[in-house]
Nanobody, 125 residues
Framework: QVQLVESGGGLVQPGGSLRLSCAAS????????IGWFRQVSGKEREGVSC???????EYVDSVKGRFTISRDNAKNTVYLQMNSLKPDDAAVYYC???????????????????WGKGTLVTVSS
């Protein structure tokens, strides 16, 4: 059974940093793409970043240069390092995955098959 558990959210001041973690169980990351999505109440979900099974990465333009996605296959965990956070980055962040051995970029638009419950990121002074 595929399970994803996000952690690492919290309150941070503008300009600060957070690292989100997504612990995966019930499968191994080797043949799966993992993505981070975010959603603000009343707005559409947005794909933020993803990492493909071959390690290639994609980012939405608004976070390029500030966010970094990485994976640790030994720990079956994916991370999202978020630096220079802005108030617009505040949202519930969800980790998602799909069996996928192609570049993951299109999944940021179309979504993925399995989702975690999310972790809240608040950016405020």
């Amino acid at each position: 059974q595929v399970q994803l558990v996000e952690s690492g959210g919290g309150l941070v001041q503008p300009g600060g940093s957070l690292r989100l973690s997504c612990a995966a169980s019930g499968f191994t990351l080797d043949y799966y793409a993992i993505g981070w999505f975010r959603q603000v109440s009343g707005k559409e979900r947005e794909g933020v970043s993803c990492i493909s099974s071959d390690g290639s990465t994609e980012y939405v333009d608004s976070v390029k240069g500030r966010f970094t996605i990485s994976r640790d296959n030994a720990k079956n965990t994916v991370y999202l390092q978020m630096n220079s956070l802005k108030p617009d980055d505040a949202a519930v962040y969800y980790c998602a995955t799909q069996l996928w051995t192609y570049p993951c970029g299109r999944l940021l638009t179309h979504g993925m098959d399995y989702w975690g419950k999310g972790t809240l990121v608040t950016v405020s002074s």
